[in-house]
């Protein structure tokens, strides 16, 4: 393929011509980037979301009543013993209802008819970052749920089976369609190359007549090609971008009691998915000529 | 023409050619040497094109063997082909001119396809219509014109490349007298030069006034060859 200023002319000079089929290419390359771009978007705030659950996470351990202090100090020990546990912490009963005064001050109406304190002692036991798969946080908490002393191991057990099973399914998805939106997309360039190419069929004849090598004939549809891909991705990704932007203006007020910011991706991301939505616009092209001068 | 002389440009041995059970051509074994000017005639269904046609590889022989050039066409990879092409100057008999191209663009393409630089296609072509005397209609599109400004055009896009065998297909059969004797005068030209001038024509006039060697073809046989 040569890209020169004649060829680059003779592509959008066919453009032109052929208005219509090109934007009809270029509108499904946009959909196929947006609709890719939006399961992109959700694994990567979900995944996001996942490592800074991750890196708060920690077991809350009730303690008995009426525990002695001795064998709350050894409880204690043994659990800081333990290889995936970076620290233990002591929470009193009246320390656990001061934070939650605090943490829940809208509704402190709540507490003003309370009588005694309802919680009981607690261990927060912080886990060392490297060992935060939900395997072994289970074995720990099993492991907590031995001690005589303990009454109580909460971790939150069901919603982070969901989170996770949801962030690998979202991830699958964005994989499966990626796929899927690929091949659709390699499919419709293909199929416009392939027409531009029949509706220009004596054009090329005589250019093959006239002494032009293959590389001349197919270079403007390879340029072609390529622009589909990049200004279809490119479009693709600005439709993402605005509409991520109105929607995540309200979602972000929404979100922000649970300190959670979705946030859109990076630059390099959207980088290589606009290089891949090239790469779609060029194979398309590479199918279509293969066949295309195999024939004539 | 003394052939010890000059060098076969065309050489032809015992070339067939069918169209399914059809023969086209049959037996045809002949040289042609560089800078001549031949006609090929015939009645119609001689297989005068047919001839032009497989010097240009646009038809393969279905037997012999044919060299152009020294390029042994039986052994020639289809990927190559513009290699051959480039050694022609075709004239097509419906001028095959590209409508969506202006006559600049029609015959700058064959520049822009060997490569050459845009200055240097201006200058050539600009000069090369100059010559055929068409320079001011070179902004406009083929079906706006006269079917003699259209094989002027064709002639410029044939001579253009500066190719070493012009091969022209009733290049008169569609135009007017005056128009006729123009492209002929041109065609003359450009064989004055040095090019080879292979015409297929059925026109006997044409061949009167002209001084060339005629290679008479009757149901695809070689029937007289006059010098």
Redesign the interface.
């Known amino acids: 393929m040569i890209i020169n200023s004649s060829n680059f002319k003779r592509s959008l000079k066919d453009i032109k011509n052929n208005r219509f089929l090109h934007s009809l290419t270029l509108v499904t390359i946009m959909l196929s980037i947006l609709i890719v771009g939006t399961f992109v978007l959700f694994a990567s705030n979900a995944g996001e979301l996942l490592d800074r659950w991750k890196s708060g996470i920690k077991l809350l351990v009730y303690i008995e009543d009426n525990v002695s202090r001795s064998e709350l100090n050894r409880t204690r020990l043994e659990i800081a013993d333990f290889d995936e546990v970076e620290k233990v912490e002591f929470v009193s009963a009246e320390k656990g209802l001061k934070e939650l005064k605090e943490d829940m001050f809208r509704q402190k109406s709540i507490f003003e008819n309370l009588g005694n304190n309802p919680l009981p002692d607690s261990f927060e036991v912080f886990m060392k970052k490297e060992r935060k798969d939900l395997k072994t946080i289970e074995a720990l908490v099993k492991k907590i749920e031995q001690f005589q002393s303990v009454s109580e191991v909460e971790y939150g057990k069901e919603w982070i089976g969901r989170f996770v099973k949801v962030i690998s399914l979202s991830r699958l998805a964005a994989i499966c369609m990626g796929a899927v939106f690929f091949m659709v997309t390699v499919f419709i360039v293909a199929n416009t190359i392939r027409l531009a190419l029949y509706s220009r069929k004596q054009e090329i004849e005589i250019m093959q007549l006239v002494g032009a090598d293959n590389r001349f004939i197919k270079s403007p549809f390879y340029i072609q090609g390529l622009l589909h891909g990049a200004v279809g991705g490119t479009g693709g990704l600005l439709i993402l971008f605005l509409l991520f932007s109105l929607f995540s203006m309200n979602m972000n007020q929404d979100l922000s009691s649970f300190m959670i910011k979705i946030k859109f991706m990076s630059w390099q991301a959207a980088l290589i998915i606009i290089f891949c939505s090239t790469i779609v616009g060029w194979l398309g092209c590479y199918i279509s000529i293969k066949q295309f001068l195999k024939y004539t | 023409m003394n052939p010890s002389e000059v060098p076969a440009i065309v050489r032809m041995f015992n070339i067939y050619k069918r169209f399914e059970k059809m023969p086209a051509l049959s037996d045809i074994s002949l040289e042609i040497y560089s800078g001549e000017m031949v006609f090929i005639t015939g009645p119609s269904g001689a297989g005068k094109t047919t001839f032009l046609k497989l010097l240009?590889m646009?038809e393969t022989a279905t037997a012999g063997q044919l060299l152009i050039g020294g390029l042994n066409l039986a052994r020639m990879k289809s990927?190559k082909?513009?290699q051959l092409?480039?050694k022609?100057g075709?004239i097509?008999q419906d001028f095959?001119?590209?409508p969506?191209m202006t006559v600049f663009e029609n015959v700058s393409?064959?520049l822009?396809?060997?490569g050459e630089k845009?200055k240097l296609i201006d200058k050539k072509v600009s000069k090369v219509l100059r010559t055929v005397g068409i320079e001011e209609k070179k902004d406009l599109y083929p079906p706006s014109l006269s079917g003699g400004e259209q094989q002027r055009a064709a002639v410029a896009?044939a001579v253009i490349?500066e190719p070493d065998i012009i091969l022209a297909d009733e290049p008169t059969g569609s135009l007017d007298p005056e128009s006729a004797v123009i492209i002929m005068d041109l065609l003359r030209e450009f064989n004055q030069k040095g090019t080879t001038l292979i015409i297929a024509t059925h026109s006997r006039e044409l061949i009167k006034s002209n001084r060339g060697r005629v290679i008479q073809l009757n149901k695809g046989k070689l029937v007289e060859e006059v010098l």
Request: aromatic share 18%; proline share 0%; no cysteine.
């Open positions: 240009y646009a990927s082909l513009y092409r480039r022609f075709i097509f095959k001119l590209i969506s393409l064959v822009e396809a060997m845009k896009r490349g």
